[in-house]
């Protein structure tokens, strides 16, 4: 199993312009979540799916755009980029949490430079 | 924001010594996981310990919980130089109303250095 993987690993952009980070995983998990890393933090959770098309915001969902139309697939867009969005982007998946909670599987990360 | 704050945000010791990372948090939670994080990796899960857990151990790990401190730490025994990384720890809080749905709220990290 690949688990959770992402693409691109690197992109730098120019402000103003867009783009679509890719986020798949193969344990048929539900719940998927998108979480922003900026330097000297920890994780801020962005968007997340608690299944296939449905999508809800986090804490810092402003400037972004997610969908989830496959189970396995989340993807998470950028109409407009700025600046303040350079960060490194993590996707993480888990089975729909029961009452003890579970663990998430994370991705290697998208690190995003917008110049 | 952040959920709570971790302490202390950078620890040195030597290979074999003991490594303890504090962790502090501001509302009621259903569980606390702790993750680590090497050098420009993703995430890797440690240990999770829920509400009504006191102490969990895992190889070389133990982690305990304090509802009423709000806090918990993370003791690494016996340690290497393989355990240098970011450690975080995360919560899911509790919703008497309907479900967390399992998001994280993350601590700032603690940064471990273990020299060989």
């Known amino acids: 199993n690949a688990g959770v993987t992402q693409t691109p690993k690197f992109r730098v952009l120019k402000t103003g312009q867009s783009m679509t980070l890719l986020c798949a995983q193969d344990?048929?998990?539900?719940?998927m979540y998108w979480y922003r890393q900026d330097p000297g933090m920890g994780l801020r959770l962005i968007h997340y799916?608690?299944?296939?098309?449905?999508?809800a915001k986090g804490e810092v969902p402003d400037g972004y755009n997610v969908s989830r139309l496959k189970k396995q697939n989340f993807l998470l867009g950028l109409e407009s980029a700025a600046p303040s969005q350079t960060s490194v982007y993590f996707c993480?998946?888990?089975?729909?949490?029961?009452?003890?909670?579970?663990?998430?599987?994370f991705g290697p990360g998208t690190r995003l430079t917008v110049l | 924001s952040q959920q709570g704050e971790e302490d202390p945000q950078a620890l040195s010791i030597q290979e074999g010594e003991n490594a303890t990372m504090n962790c502090s948090y501001k509302?009621?939670?259903?569980?606390l996981q702790w993750y680590r994080q090497n050098s420009g990796r993703g995430l890797v899960h440690l240990i999770l310990?829920?509400?009504?857990?006191r102490e969990k151990h895992s190889g070389r790990l133990r982690v305990t919980l304090d509802t009423s401190k709000k806090s918990s730490s993370l003791l690494i025994t016996a340690s290497r130089a393989a355990d240098t990384a970011s450690y975080f720890c995360?919560?899911?809080?509790?919703?008497?109303?309907?479900?967390?749905?399992?998001?994280?709220?993350f601590g700032q990290g603690t940064i471990l250095t273990v020299h060989p």
């Open positions: 993480a998946s888990t089975h729909r949490p029961h009452e003890g909670g579970r663990e998430q599987f």
């Open positions: 344990m048929n998990h539900e719940y």
């Open positions: 799916s608690v299944g296939e098309g449905t999508t």
């Open positions: 509302t009621s939670i259903n569980n």
């Open positions: 310990i829920r509400s009504n857990e």
């Open positions: 995360a919560t899911v809080g509790s919703n008497a109303g309907g479900t967390s749905y399992g998001k994280l709220t």
